[in-house]
């Protein structure tokens, strides 16, 4: 997955669809969606140091089609800051679920079997003030 941003920008925000087959594949029940903590992390491709270090992020609740299995159910969202998008350059994301259940817990990445590819691309306007 790929995610455009322009450097110095909050906008657009970052979305990553949990779909019902994520949702079976990982046994995740709507009740475990009511008690979870998300995060998100961002790290600098070429160095590898983190740019943004298990931060809070959103669980958002999108509208059920049934007849449509692969349509997403929940949105994982990350609005980014000024300070996010200071540095351009290609980064690495990742949402972490933090499941806080009464009997046990459990802690799942996502994505799982891709990256979500961050590119923070340099903007020809200057608007913040210094």
């Given at each position: 997955?790929?995610?455009?941003?322009?450097?110095?920008?909050?906008?657009?925000?970052?979305?990553?669809?949990?779909?019902?087959?994520?949702?079976?594949?990982?046994?995740?029940?709507?009740?475990?969606?009511?008690?979870v903590a998300v995060t998100f992390s961002m790290i600098d491709a070429?160095?590898?140091?983190?740019?943004?270090?298990?931060?809070?992020?959103?669980?958002?609740?999108?509208?059920?089609?049934?007849?449509?299995?692969?349509?997403?159910?929940?949105?994982?969202?990350?609005?980014?800051?000024?300070?996010?998008?200071?540095?351009?350059?290609?980064?690495?994301?990742?949402?972490?679920?933090?499941?806080?259940?009464?009997?046990?817990?459990?802690?799942?990445?996502?994505?799982?079997?891709?990256?979500?590819?961050?590119?923070?691309?340099?903007?020809?306007?200057?608007?913040?003030?210094?």
């Amino acid at each position: 997955m790929n995610f455009f941003i322009k450097k110095d920008s909050t906008l657009p925000k970052l979305e990553y669809h949990l779909t019902q087959k994520i949702m079976m594949e990982y046994n995740i029940t709507d009740e475990m969606l009511e008690n979870v903590a998300v995060t998100f992390s961002m790290i600098d491709a070429d160095s590898g140091l983190y740019r943004i270090a298990n931060v809070p992020a959103n669980i958002e609740f999108k509208k059920l089609r049934p007849q449509y299995p692969d349509d997403f159910i929940y949105e994982l969202t990350y609005m980014f800051s000024l300070n996010d998008t200071k540095k351009e350059g290609r980064f690495l994301g990742e949402f972490c679920l933090d499941f806080i259940q009464p009997i046990s817990c459990g802690k799942l990445k996502l994505p799982t079997n891709d990256v979500i590819n961050i590119i923070i691309s340099d903007s020809i306007t200057k608007t913040t003030v210094i």
